[in-house]
């Protein structure tokens, strides 16, 4: 850990600096996790997760979809056109709250521009 020009102080130090910042990104990731959570908790979808067109489909949120279309399997079942529409809605999904559907009940909403800007939010449940 040290060198011959190195003092014991010099070490530590960068040692130490290393370690305050690892803290510091912890943190950040951390609450961020926290800000999630609670959204989730509120019953909106955070959409960290979605399975892509495949020509032949694996899973039962794959049929229907077009080529380039995701499907959020988070619990909410939005369809997006691409996949930089699902990463913006994956990271920041307080932009536009989406709520959890219920359990059974495959109510699947389309961002294209073709549906309703003032769709009731209440027509996802």
Known sequence: MYYHDETT????????????????GQSVLEARAN?????????????????????????????????????CTDGCGTTFDDELAWVD?????????????RAGIPTWKSTSPAASPHMDPEETL
Do not use: M, N
């Open 89 to 101: 809605a994956s990271q920041d999904p307080y932009r536009s709250p989406v709520r959890i559907r």
């Open 9 to 24: 102080a010099d070490a530590l130090e960068a040692w130490s600096d290393s370690r305050r910042e690892a803290d510091l």
């Open 35 to 71: 800000r999630l959570y609670a959204h989730e908790q509120a019953g909106f979808c955070t959409h960290q997760s979605a399975v892509g067109y495949r020509p032949t489909p694996f899973y039962d949120a794959q049929k229907g979809l077009k080529p380039g279309q995701y499907r």
